[in-house]
Nanobody
Framework: QVQLVESGGGLVQAGGSLRLSCAASGSIFRINSMGWYRQTPGKQRELVADIPSGGSTTYADSVKGRFTISRDNAKNTAYLQMNSLKPEDTAVYYC?????????????WGEGTLVTVSS
């Protein structure tokens, strides 16, 4: 069974840091892009950062200079280093990956990890 599992969320004070991890597991042939999205109640899920298998990364304007996305292809894992966190970063963070499996290319989502930033 192919799945994405996030970890690293939690409660942190404003100005603090957290590092999220997203591990892909199962019968995966290839992973193209991996990304982090976030969602708060009543709002649409929004892109935070994206990293393709090759090429440059993409960041939402609101996190540029504070968040860094990276990936370890050998471990099928993506990371999101979040520094200088603000209360408005509070959200459920979801990992997304476009992966080639036995059923073809598909977009997969993790179940999400909650990040709470207190003021």
């Amino acid at each position: 069974q192919v799945q994405l599992v996030e970890s690293g969320g939690g409660l942190v004070q404003a100005g603090g840091s957290l590092r999220l991890s997203c591990a892909a597991s199962g019968s995966i042939f290839r992973i193209n892009s991996m990304g982090w999205y976030r969602q708060t109640p009543g709002k649409q899920r929004e892109l935070v950062a994206d990293i393709p298998s090759g090429g440059s990364t993409t960041y939402a304007d609101s996190v540029k200079g504070r968040f860094t996305i990276s990936r370890d292809n050998a471990k099928n894992t993506a990371y999101l280093q979040m520094n200088s966190l603000k209360p408005e970063d509070t959200a459920v963070y979801y990992c997304n990956a476009n992966m080639l499996t036995g059923t073809g290319w598909r977009s997969y989502w993790g179940e999400g990890t909650l990040v709470t930033v207190s003021s």
